[in-house]
């Protein structure tokens, strides 16, 4: 007859093997739609770089931020730039690669942040990957449907850099 203590235990690792059979997750399904399918249009012009930016440097200058603010064309190439007095000069290579990832991206810099982060605090998160930068603060610039580049801001800390790029963002999308 089995001792009463290999018996519990018995038990105990039959229960443990359950558990970990119940807890196993099946893979998540494959989603059919690509994620940020968006297609590309025309470049962005000169002409609309240098309205986003303005509209940028009139948030920054509202709450006394200095930023470097950047606008790509569709590959990530610099169309037009702004530092402002001040400026840390690290803030201006980061503008750059914000808004390059979010052009070559196709989505705002936050989300790249965020899945190499796994949401650690706005100010913490930033990430160097080759000449694009996972750091919030960045978006694409959205045309009829068609990414035509970015806007990018560096200077503060990202929540700060994000208002500032939605502000260039919205006055050339609205």
């Known amino acids: ?6 018996l519990w235990f018995a038990g105990i ?3 443990a ?3 970990s059979e119940a807890m ?3 893979p998540a399904p494959v989603p059919e739609a690509m994620p940020y ?3 590309y249009g025309a470049p962005i012009d000169l002409d609309t770089a240098q309205k986003a930016i303005q509209a940028a440097q009139a948030e920054a200058k509202k ?4 930023m470097a603010i950047s606008v790509v064309d569709t590959h990530g190439e610099l169309v037009a730039h702004a530092t402002m007095d001040n400026t840390l000069y690290v803030s201006i290579g980061f503008a750059q690669a914000k808004a390059r990832a979010a ?7 936050k989300v790249l942040a965020d899945g190499i982060n796994a949401g650690s605090p706005a100010g913490l998160s930033v990430a160097i990957i080759g000449n694009v930068a996972a750091s919030e603060g960045a978006f694409p610039i959205l045309v009829d449907g068609k990414v035509i580049g970015a806007i990018g801001a560096s200077g503060g800390m990202g929540v700060q850099d994000a208002v500032v790029a939605k502000a260039g963002l919205d006055a ?3």
């Open 24 to 26: 196993a997750q099946a």
């Open 172 to 174: 050339v999308t609205h």
């Open 13 to 15: 690792a039959a229960m």
């Open 37 to 39: 399918d968006i297609p």
């Open 1 to 6: 007859m089995a001792k009463p203590c290999a």
């Open 63 to 66: 709450h006394n931020w200095k």
């Open 103 to 109: 052009a070559r991206l196709k989505r705002p810099s």
């Open 17 to 19: 093997l359950c558990a």
